[in-house]
């Protein structure tokens, strides 16, 4: 599966921003999708995971209540809606599919990855 992020830029502070990750090549509703993020000199970080039809969903504890993940499968396209956004969000944003959720906060658990979206936000 062959996944492509868009949507990032320059925002200001307590503005809202939403990502979009298009999905290709494979059959989008055989993956779980997730969303991480990585600013410059740290870790690459998780932000929110969904199951295949959407259903459930989960959340990294430093967005959980700013940050809304949704999926549209006959659109192939998982989003990321995020709202209230501060400086410290600032970073490149990652989509991210694989078959099962198992340990998703991990990044080693995803098998497939888009190239980033780096979105700025001002203060």
């Known amino acids: 599966i062959q996944l492509q992020a868009y949507g990032g830029g320059l925002v200001q502070a307590w503005g809202c921003l939403r990502l979009?990750?298009?999905?290709?090549?494979?059959?989008?509703?055989?993956?779980?999708m997730g969303w991480f993020r990585q600013a410059p000199g740290k870790e690459r970080e998780f932000l929110a995971a969904i199951s295949r039809y959407g259903s459930s969903t989960y959340y990294g504890d430093s967005v959980k209540g700013r940050l809304t993940i949704s999926r549209d499968n006959v659109k192939n396209t998982v989003y990321l809606q995020m709202n209230s956004l501060k400086p410290e969000d600032t970073a490149v944003y990652y989509c991210a599919a694989a078959r099962t959720f198992g340990d998703y906060a991990e990044p080693r658990h995803w098998d497939y990855w888009g190239q980033g979206t780096l979105v700025t936000v001002s203060s």
């Open positions: 979009s990750c298009a999905a290709s090549g494979r059959t989008f509703m055989d993956y779980v």
